[in-house]
């Protein structure tokens, strides 16, 4: 029994492949068949840029958008951290210098 080879494409050939359909009015099959790649990978690529330019026109967050926003979450979380001990420092330290 041979394993499942998957090849992974870049964000940049997905998009190119995604505006290829949306611009040349041929089929999905017709150009994975042209671009040497799985009609169902292109046709899964196309239905996930299409929900998300309709998420996008709804006012939606895109998933890069919820995962940047969660990442920016979680490092002003940190910097508030870091700025409370800051406090707590320097607080400290002016004590230490009145004595």
Do not use: H, P
């Not at 046709?43 to 926003?69: I, N, Q, V």
């Not at 406090?87 to 002016?94: L, M």
Request: glycine fraction near 6%; include cysteine.
């Amino acid at each position: 029994m041979g394993g499942k080879c998957t090849k992974r494409y870049t964000e940049e050939f997905k998009r190119d492949a995604i505006a290829l359909v949306d611009s040349s009015g041929r089929t999905v099959t017709a150009i994975a068949r042209e671009l040497g790649i799985s009609s169902e990978s292109l046709r899964g690529w196309y239905r996930r840029a299409k929900a998300a330019r309709a998420k996008a026109a709804r006012g939606e967050l895109t998933s890069a958008e919820r995962e940047e926003l969660r990442r920016l979450r979680r490092e002003n979380r940190e910097q508030q951290q870091t700025i409370e001990i800051l406090k707590a420092a320097t607080a400290f330290f002016v004590k230490e210098n009145d004595r």
